[in-house]
């Protein structure tokens, strides 16, 4: 199905018909703009999340063509069976889009909690390192394609927020190490957004007009997973808008 027009007046188009996208922290801001990137094409959706959508504070809206499963993905025993029920479930994987994490910050490394330095890799990181892990055998099936959420402040130290920049580095950097180790097999990218505008981000900061829509984020996490790629792995796409 055609996507908005660009300034350009050109279109952009996805067929992911036949398909099965696998989305992970499916019930927040760019979770859900995934999830109806994915469907609005055509692909059937296994949405995953440890936040279930009659949560007050979840964003994703259930159609016929998405199966939510709710699973702590920082466990492993639960990505094992959740990714071998989905495979079950629907027969196949395409893609694999880890989207699953977290930010904390304000505190420089000298006064930030190990409990803080360990939720931000076990969110960010952890799951999609076991994700992927276990996606690994069914994407290798149908020639898939993994794209994940890295930032654009993984680029470079900073002040108050070093764990969530080491994550989010950590993010790409497997990035590449899986594009490497399955070349000609699965192909792997990331993506590095800069400030999304979201609920939470509204929350916590000034809003501000430079802050990038979920939804073209999403659109380049499809892009990415579509034919019009084939040959792109283990690139880290910014994603910045004009911040």
């Known amino acids: ?57 979840a964003l994703l809206d259930l159609d016929e063509r998405t199966h939510f499963y ?25 893609h694999l889009a880890n989207v699953a ?12 909690p190990v409990d803080t330095f360990d939720l931000l890799f076990a969110v960010n ?16 099936e149908t020639a898939g394609a993994i794209v994940s959420v890295s930032a654009r402040s993984s680029l470079s130290g900073g002040e108050g927020d070093g764990p969530y ?26 993506v590095m957004p800069s400030v999304l505008d979201t609920p939470m981000n509204r929350e916590m900061m000034e809003p501000s007009d430079e802050w990038v829509d979920p939804a073209d984020v999403a659109r380049t996490i499809a892009v990415l997973c579509s034919d019009a790629t084939p040959v792109t792995s283990g690139a880290a796409v910014p994603v910045y808008g004009e911040a």
């Open 101 to 112: 994490g977290t930010w904390r910050g304000g505190d420089p490394v000298a006064e930030t």
């Open 165 to 190: 920049r080491a994550a989010k580095a950590g993010v790409r950097l497997l990035t590449e190490t899986i594009a490497e180790e399955e070349l000609g097999a699965v192909r792997a990218n990331a």
């Open 70 to 94: 709710e699973a702590d993905l920082t466990d492993e025993d639960e990505v094992a069976d959740t990714v071998d029920a989905i495979a079950r479930d629907l027969g196949r994987i395409d």
């Open 1 to 57: 199905m055609p996507d908005d027009a660009d300034q350009w007046g050109m279109s952009v188009s996805f067929d992911f018909g036949g398909t099965v996208a696998v989305v992970t922290g499916a019930s927040g801001a760019l979770g859900s703009a995934v999830v109806e990137q994915f469907r609005s094409a055509g692909a059937t959706v296994a949405a995953i999340d440890v936040v279930t959508p009659d949560a007050e504070d």
């Open 125 to 140: 990181l952890r799951t999609m390192f076991l994700t992927s892990k276990h996606a690994m055998p069914h994407l290798r």
